[in-house]
RNA sequence: AGGCGGAUAGCUCAGUUGGUAGAGCGCCUCCUUUACACGGAGGAUGUCGUCGGUUCGAGCCCGGCUCCGCCUACCA
C-alpha cells in the first residue's frame, strides 16, 4: 500500500485531481466535509491510554455561557487553543482539549426570565422546581449553539470528553469543593454589607459589580439641627454634603475629624433627625473624615455604605437598613415608605427643602457601581450571605507565579495579577438566584444549627431533628468554573484522566477574566489538588470593532464570525444589525455596517479568519479586527491552494511523491536554497507557538510560502521542469517541490486546517506519512502528521543562501531597468555584467540560464571597465549595480528616465553612505564599538562608496 | 487618586540582547506570461508623540511632559 494515492475510504471526496479544479479556492466546498470527517473518526480524542507514552499536552476551553452566541471574541479564544492543540498533536504529544460549556447563573436566568415575561408569567408564579426545568428545556434547545459554531471554526476539541459546570458529575465536585473548604474554615456566612442587585434580587460579587463615572451627579448640603436636649440648651447646625440624600433616612450618626477645631465645641454633642424620631451622636473619626473636604462633616450610614460600615463598626453604630430588596424604601424611612430609592431621593431634598434645611447643591462627578447583568445601579446593603476566606487561598497562588511554577504570557500582566491577590478581599459566593449549584447546607428549624454536608442530610448534626430545610441559595457561576480544570477531568474521583492529564498545560484565555477565573483556578488548583492547574496562562486582548470599539448591538458593530466565513449581502448584514439593536436604535445600528463594509463580506472561509485572528499581537490589549486583513489572508489560502496546483500539475504522471523528508544530496542551487530556507521557516514557526507569538510564527509562514515559495522557488522551478531539460534535475527539482509544499501543509494546519488539508489529501505521497504508532489503523489525515522540523524536513545550506540571495539581488536590479524604461514582456535584452566579487560573478556564471529566464534577458559576461564606460562600448545602455555585480544594458535606454531612475537611487544611496561615513569618521566609535561592527561598517561603506562612484560614473555618461 | 498599557508609512500594526526603519491594506506605473488578477513586476511614502539624560551610537535604556485607552480603589 506503499504507493497507494488515492484518499483512504470515507474521506471526502479527493479524486478529482487538484490541477483539474477551479483556479479559485472556494472554503464552503470542504471545510464542513472536513469537520465531519475528522469528528466522525474520532480524530479528535485523546488517547486516555496510561500505557501510551507520548507526553500529554491539555487545554481547557473556557467554557461558553450556554446563553451564548459565537462572537469575535470566542473565535479568537478558539483559534489560538486550538492551534495550540493541533500543533501539540502533531508534535507528538497525546493532546486533549476539554471542551464544555458554563450555566452561567445570572446571565442565563435573566434570559430565561425574559422569555417567561413574555409569555405574560414569572418565575415565582411557575416556582422554584418548574423554573429549574424550564430552564433545563431551554438549555437542551438552545444551549448548543455555540458548539456547532465552534465545529464551523475547526475546534478541534474532544468532544467525548464534553463537560457542562452544571451536569452532576460536576455537582459532586463542587459540593466536595465546598464542604471541604467549610470543614477548613474557610467557608463562612454572616451577615455583612454586599453589593445588592434590586433588580435581579441577588447579590454581586465585587468583580460582578462595574464603576461607571456619570458627571451628573450633585453633591447636596443640608443641616442637622443640633440637639439641645441634653440640657446644655445648645442650638445651631451641622451642615454635611451627600451625593445620596435618602441615605439620610439610615443615618445613624454625624462625623468629624478629632482634630478639626471648627467643630472643636461639638465632641460629644448629638444632632436631631428632622424625619424620623432619633437623635444622632456626633463622634470623632479620623479615618472616615478628610476636613478639607467640603463641610468637613460626613453624615454615616452604617447600612448603606462601604465606608460609613466600616465606621458603624468601628464605633458600635446601630445600622439601619432603609431600603426593601427591590429598593423601595421600607418602615425605617418613615413618611417616605414605599417610594422607589430614586423618588426618595427627590422627595426627601424637596422636604427638606421645605423645613429649611437644605443648604444648596453642587454638580459632581461621581462613578456609580452598575450591576454587570442587569445594568441597574447596585444598592449597598447589609445582608448575610456565604463568603470564602481568600487570604489563606491566595498566597500559595502568588508563590506559584513568583517562584515560576505558574508562567503568565505576555509577562506584563503578572503585576495586575499579584496586585489583586496581594489586596485580595473575601469572596461572597451566594447568589438569591434559581440557576446555579444548590449551597449543600441544610438550615435546621429546631435549633437553628447549619448542617453542611456532602450527601442530603437526614437530620440535623447537632440535635438530630428532622426538620430541615436546605439553604435557598446558589452558588456563584464562577465556583464550580473554578474547580473546571479538574472537575471536567473527574475529580473529586482519582480517575486515569485525572492522573494522565492534571496539571493542564496552558489556559488561553483573554485578560478581562483573569481575576473572575483564572486567578481563581490557580487557588483552587493549588489547594484540592496540590499543583498549580495549569503551567502557563496565555492572555490574549480584546477583540474590538474597525474602530477599536467594543462590539455592542446598540452600536450596531458586531462582526459575527460566521458572516466572516459564510459571506453575507449587505443587505442580510444591516437586517442583523438592526434586529439586534435596542428598540429606537435601529437607525443608529446600521451606521456602522454602511460605513466599513458598504459591500458586504466575501466568504473569506475559516481559515482566513483564524489566521486574521493569529496575526495580531498578544502584546497589545486591544485586537481591531480588520476585514481588509481577512480578506488578505484570504487572498493567502488561494494563493497556497493555487501554489498546489502547479506543483501538483507538475507532479502528474510523474511518480513523484511526498515521502516526509527532503531528497538526499539535493544539487540544484534552487532546490538547496529552498530547503535551507524551509528550515529557517519552520524554526521560526515553532519558536512562534512555543512561545505563544502565533502572530509571529503566522507570519514567518506566510512569508515563506508567498515570499520565497512562491515569488522565487516555483519561479526557478519552471525552467528546471521545462519540458527537454535535464532528466535527473528534474526529478530533484520534483521531489523537493513536492517535499516542500507538503511541508509546508503540515506546518500551517494547525493554524489553517481546512485548505491544508483539502490540499494534502490530493498531494501524491507514501502512506503512513508521519504517523504517530498510536495513531496507526486511523483515517489517514493531517490531523497526525507530524510537525515538520528544520532537523528531518530541511537541510541547512548557508552558501545556497548567500548564492541566491545574489542572484535575487540581479534579477531584481534587472526587473527595475526593465520596469522603468517599460520594456514589453516580449522585448528580449542582453545582459553585460562583471564582477568584483569573485563568488558572485562564479554565482552568475553558474545559474546564468535560471538569471537569464527570470531577469528576462541573455547574459554576458564582459570586462568591468566596458561598463564603467558604458556609453564608450553600448549605444544607450542602462546601467544596474548590486552589490559585487555590476551590469550594462544596451539598447534600451530613454535617457530621461534612466537618469531619473540613477538620481532616485543615488539619493538613497548618498543617504546611507553619509550616515556611515559620519559614523566611521567618530574616533570614538572606532575606538569602543566592537571590532565586527566596526569592520561591517567599514565593508558597507566601501561597497556603497563603489557603487555610488559607478552610478556616477553612468550618469556621466548619459 | 493610584496602577498598567499605548503613541512607528495615509490606515491597522510588527520591530528579537541598543548597530543603516518593516509587513498587510491603500496609493502610482506597467503586465490578461500555460499556478494564481483573490495575480505578477516595479515604484512612492517615516523628525519612530515631545523635551531632556545615559551611550561612540537610542524606535529600543532612564527621567519629565502631552494625548489616548484600560484596570483598581474611592470621592461624604
Redesign the pocket.
Known amino acids: 500500500m506503499s504507493d497507494d494515492q488515492s484518499p483512504p475510504s470515507g474521506s471526502p471526496d479527493s479524486a478529482q485531481p487538484l490541477s483539474a479544479l477551479p483556479?479559485?479556492?472556494?472554503p464552503s466546498a470542504c471545510e464542513q466535509r472536513w469537520y465531519a470527517f475528522w469528528e466522525e473518526h474520532g480524530l479528535f480524542e485523546a488517547s486516555g491510554d496510561e500505557a501510551d507514552p507520548r507526553p500529554t499536552y491539555t487545554l481547557a476551553i473556557p467554557p461558553p455561557n450556554v446563553t451564548g452566541t459565537l462572537h469575535m471574541g470566542h473565535a479568537c479564544r478558539v483559534t489560538f487553543e486550538d492551534v495550540l492543540t493541533r500543533y501539540h498533536r502533531m508534535a507528538g504529544y497525546d493532546a486533549l482539549w476539554v471542551p464544555g460549556m458554563d450555566h452561567a447563573g445570572i446571565a442565563t436566568q435573566v434570559v430565561v426570565e425574559r422569555l417567561l415575561a413574555r409569555e405574560g408569567t414569572d418565575r415565582h408564579a411557575l416556582g422554584r422546581d418548574a423554573f429549574v426545568e424550564r430552564v433545563w428545556k431551554w438549555k437542551a434547545e438552545s444551549g448548543g449553539a455555540i458548539l456547532k459554531q465552534l465545529r464551523r471554526l475547526g475546534a478541534s476539541c474532544d468532544w467525548s470528553r464534553e463537560h457542562f459546570t452544571l451536569e452532576p458529575e460536576l455537582n459532586r465536585a463542587v459540593r466536595e469543593a465546598f464542604v471541604r473548604l467549610h470543614e477548613e474554615g474557610l467557608i463562612y456566612r454572616g451577615p455583612r454589607l454586599v453589593n445588592w442587585d434590586v433588580k435581579t434580587q441577588t447579590v454581586l460579587s465585587?468583580?460582578e459589580?462595574?464603576?461607571e463615572?456619570r458627571d451628573n451627579g450633585e453633591?447636596f448640603d443640608f443641616a442637622y439641627p443640633i440637639d439641645g436636649e441634653d440640657g446644655a440648651g445648645e442650638s445651631g447646625e451641622v451642615v454635611?454634603?451627600?451625593?445620596?440624600p435618602e441615605t439620610m433616612l439610615g443615618d445613624t450618626a454625624v462625623?468629624i475629624h478629632p482634630d478639626d477645631e471648627r467643630y472643636t465645641h461639638l465632641h460629644g454633642k448629638f444632632v436631631r433627625h428632622p424625619f424620623v424620631d432619633r437623635r444622632i451622636p456626633i463622634i470623632c473619626d479620623a479615618k472616615?473624615?478628610?476636613?478639607?473636604?467640603?463641610t468637613?462633616?460626613?453624615?454615616v450610614t452604617p447600612a448603606h455604605?462601604?465606608?460609613d460600615f466600616a465606621t458603624g463598626k468601628r464605633h458600635g453604630l446601630p445600622e439601619i437598613t432603609v431600603f426593601h430588596l427591590d429598593g423601595t424604601m421600607n418602615g425605617e424611612a418613615g413618611e417616605f415608605e414605599g417610594l422607589e430609592r430614586f423618588q426618595a431621593r427627590k422627595a426627601v431634598k424637596q422636604r427638606l427643602g421645605e423645613l429649611g434645611l437644605a443648604r444648596g447643591s453642587k454638580k459632581?462627578?461621581?462613578?456609580v457601581p452598575i450591576s454587570q447583568r442587569s445594568g441597574t445601579i447596585v444598592e449597598p446593603m447589609i445582608s448575610t450571605q456565604w463568603f470564602v476566606k481568600m487570604e489563606p487561598l491566595a498566597k500559595p497562588a502568588i508563590d506559584a507565579v513568583e517562584d515560576g511554577t505558574l508562567q503568565i504570557l505576555p509577562k506584563?500582566w503578572e503585576?495586575?495579577y499579584f496586585?489583586?491577590l496581594r489586596?485580595i478581599?473575601d469572596w461572597c459566593i451566594s447568589r438569591q438566584l434559581w440557576w446555579g449549584h444548590p449551597i449543600p447546607a441544610w438550615h435546621c428549624g429546631a435549633c437553628a444549627h447549619i448542617t453542611v454536608s456532602r450527601e442530603d442530610p437526614a437530620a440535623c448534626e447537632s440535635c438530630g431533628a428532622d426538620a430541615l430545610t436546605q439553604d435557598e441559595d446558589v452558588l456563584d457561576t464562577w465556583f464550580s468554573s473554578g474547580l473546571w480544570p479538574f472537575s471536567t477531568l473527574g475529580w473529586p474521583d482519582e480517575t486515569p484522566d485525572l492522573r494522565r492529564y492534571y496539571p493542564t498545560q496552558d489556559m488561553e484565555t483573554g485578560y478581562?477574566i483573569l481575576?473572575f477565573w483564572v486567578a481563581r483556578m490557580v487557588m483552587m488548583g493549588l489547594h484540592f489538588m496540590g499543583e498549580v492547574p495549569f503551567k502557563r496562562v496565555l492572555l490574549a486582548g480584546l477583540v474590538t470593532d474597525e474602530d477599536?470599539k467594543?462590539m455592542s448591538k446598540t452600536k450596531g458593530n458586531v462582526v459575527d464570525p460566521m458572516d466572516v466565513i459564510d459571506g453575507a449581502t449587505l443587505e442580510a448584514l444591516l437586517a442583523k444589525a438592526t434586529a439586534a439593536a435596542p428598540l429606537g436604535k435601529e437607525a443608529q445600528a446600521g451606521k456602522y455596517v454602511r460605513k466599513h463594509y458598504p459591500e458586504g463580506f466575501?466568504e473569506y472561509g475559516t481559515d482566513a479568519l483564524r489566521m486574521t485572528l493569529l496575526s495580531?499581537?498578544p502584546?497589545?490589549?486591544?485586537i481591531?479586527l480588520?476585514i481588509?486583513?481577512v480578506?488578505?489572508y484570504?487572498?493567502f489560502?488561494?494563493?497556497l491552494w493555487?501554489?498546489a496546483?502547479?506543483a501538483l500539475?507538475n507532479l502528474e504522471g510523474t511518480g513523484a511523491q511526498a515521502t516526509g523528508a527532503p531528497p538526499e544530496e539535493p544539487k540544484a542551487l534552487p532546490n538547496r536554497w529552498i530547503l535551507a530556507r524551509l528550515g529557517k521557516a519552520l524554526d521560526a514557526a515553532t519558536k512562534g507557538i512555543e512561545d505563544y507569538?502565533l502572530?509571529?510564527a503566522s507570519?514567518a509562514l506566510y512569508?515563506f510560502v508567498?515570499?520565497e515559495f512562491?515569488?522565487w522557488y516555483?519561479?526557478l522551478s519552471?525552467p528546471m521542469l521545462a519540458e527537454g531539460g535535464d532528466a535527473a534535475l528534474a526529478q530533484e527539482t520534483r521531489a523537493t517541490l513536492v517535499h516542500v509544499l507538503e511541508a509546508i501543509l503540515r506546518a500551517l494546519h494547525p493554524m489553517m486546517p481546512f485548505v491544508t488539508e483539502e490540499i494534502w489529501s490530493r498531494v501524491p505521497k507514501r502512506d503512513a506519512l508521519g504517523v504517530h504508532p498510536h495513531d496507526a489503523g486511523k483515517p489517514r489525515s493531517l490531523i497526525f502528521a507530524r510537525f515538520p522540523t528544520a532537523a528531518v524536513d530541511a537541510r541547512e545550506d548557508a552558501a545556497a543562501e548567500a548564492d541566491v540571495a545574489t542572484l535575487q539581488a540581479f534579477?531584481?536590479a534587472a526587473?527595475?531597468v526593465?520596469?522603468?524604461h517599460?520594456l514589453?514582456?516580449a522585448r528580449r535584452i542582453e545582459i553585460c555584467w562583471a564582477g568584483d566579487d569573485e563568488t558572485k560573478a562564479a554565482v552568475l556564471r553558474r545559474e546564468e540560464s535560471l538569471v537569464a529566464a527570470l531577469a528576462g534577458g541573455a547574459l554576458r559576461e564582459v570586462p568591468g571597465a566596458q561598463i564603467d564606460a558604458a556609453a564608450d562600448h553600448f549605444s544607450h545602455a542602462a546601467v544596474f549595480v548590486t552589490d559585487g555585480l555590476r551590469a550594462a544594458v544596451p539598447d534600451v535606454i530613454d535617457p530621461a528616465k534612466e537618469r531619473e531612475r540613477l538620481n532616485?537611487e543615488l539619493k538613497?544611496l548618498g543617504k546611507?553612505l553619509d550616515?556611515?561615513e559620519k559614523?566611521l569618521a567618530?574616533p570614538?566609535?572606532v575606538?569602543?564599538?566592537?571590532a565586527e561592527?566596526v569592520e561591517?561598517s567599514r565593508g558597507?561603506a566601501a561597497s556603497?562608496g563603489e557603487r555610488k562612484a559607478q552610478l556616477e560614473a553612468a550618469l556621466a555618461q548619459l
Do not use: I
Open positions: 483556479t479559485t479556492y472556494a465585587n468583580l459589580v462595574e464603576n463615572e453633591l454635611v454634603s451627600t451625593t445620596r462625623a472616615l473624615v478628610d476636613p478639607e473636604f467640603g468637613g462633616v460626613v453624615k455604605d462601604p465606608n459632581h462627578t461621581l462613578t506584563e503585576k495586575t496586585h489583586w489586596n478581599q478581562d481575576f477599536g467594543k466575501a495580531y499581537s502584546q497589545s490589549m486591544r481591531k480588520s481588509k486583513r480578506e488578505g484570504r487572498n489560502a488561494n494563493k493555487n501554489a496546483r502547479y500539475m507569538r502572530d509571529d507570519r512569508s508567498w515570499d512562491c515569488d516555483l519561479e519552471k534579477v531584481s526587473r527595475t526593465r520596469a522603468e517599460d514589453p514582456r532616485r538613497k546611507e550616515a556611515l559614523k567618530n570614538k566609535f575606538e569602543r564599538a566592537p561592527v561591517k558597507d556603497l
